[in-house]
């Protein structure tokens, strides 16, 4: 089981932002991701710096650590120009780079180039157009490609990732479609919960919901004559009914994770502390959640 943390990237560069990312590797988390948003929830007043060129300083900065989003989203992106982007920093990373990408939602993104929010079915649809087109982007030295939503002229990506054949692709998905893109393209599937039980539900509501998202894993790359086994699963912590309290002690964390790793999560997402807001937590009991839950699970 890997333990990873997400940078929300509020802090400015050059007070407490670089210092994050460093105190990330420090800790030996497995990868530090930050949300590619414009802007995002309670956030939205206040600082918020673009996750790309965050996560190139992020690169320069560390050596070791594994970096990515999570997650991307079509909502402000076109799969030419985030192809080379993605590919600028695996190259800069020395091949650390993981692409965390999904749907997106109705949040601020949905309308900040202008654009009415997309529907469900109509974030869906071009989920499924934008996902082989990046795909083909990264393995491919010259893309052209006419689809209902997204297209390529003769769209050049040489040398290519350092990671062979392609970056990795985490793709956070519970329907069935978004599946689908995680069975068929994805090296890893992402999960946040069901957002059905955030609100009114228990723990054990949780854990059915995520066993039932598994099970239905499990069937769709069946489907697709893949082993699901061939898949990490992610799951980013804080948006079940525990909410912030896998974070109140070591103990708590690690009861928390080992309910989770029983289920058949291969990689957790804890957030890094920021003070005042729903993901304030105390940075000691962080620090001894990097550096000894794994050890307390008799992992590692």
Not at 259 to 283: K, N, Q, R
Request: with cysteine; charged share 25%; hydrophobic share 40%.
């Amino acid at each position: 089981m890997r333990l990873s943390t997400v940078i929300l990237p509020v802090r400015p560069w050059r007070q407490g932002g670089r210092d994050e990312w460093l105190r990330a590797e420090r800790l030996g988390f497995h990868t530090a991701y930050t949300y590619d948003h414009l802007s995002w929830r309670t956030f939205r007043d206040g600082p918020w710096y673009g996750a790309v060129p965050t996560l190139t300083a992020a690169a320069a900065a560390t050596g070791r650590i594994r970096l990515g989003t999570l997650v991307t989203s079509p909502n402000f992106r076109h799969p030419v120009t985030l192809a080379k982007d993605l590919l600028s920093l695996d190259d800069i990373s020395n091949g650390r780079i993981t692409l965390g990408i999904g749907a997106g939602g109705k949040g601020f993104d949905a309308t900040a180039l202008g654009q009415e929010a997309w529907t469900p079915r109509e974030r869906a649809d071009r989920f499924a157009e934008f996902v082989p087109l990046l795909d083909r982007l990264l393995t491919e030295e010259s893309v052209s490609a006419t689809g209902e939503f997204y297209s390529a002229v003769e769209a050049r990506n040489i040398p290519g990732c350092v990671q062979r054949p392609r970056l990795p692709f985490a793709v956070a998905a519970t329907g069935p479609r978004g599946m689908a893109l995680a069975a068929r393209y994805g090296q890893a599937w992402v999960t946040a919960g069901d957002p059905k039980v955030f609100e009114t539900g228990t723990p054990e509501d949780s854990r059915d919901a995520l066993r039932g998202q598994l099970e239905k894993l499990d069937k769709v790359c069946a489907d697709f004559g893949r082993d699901a086994a061939e898949l990490e699963k992610v799951l980013l912590t804080g948006f079940t009914p525990d909410r912030g309290r896998p974070l109140d002690s070591l103990d708590s964390f690690v009861d928390f994770a080992g309910h989770h790793i029983e289920l058949g999560f291969t990689e957790l997402v804890i957030h890094a502390p920021i003070p005042d807001s729903d993901f304030a937590s105390d940075p000691v009991v962080f620090e001894r959640i990097a550096t000894e839950a794994l050890g307390q699970l008799g992992i590692g």
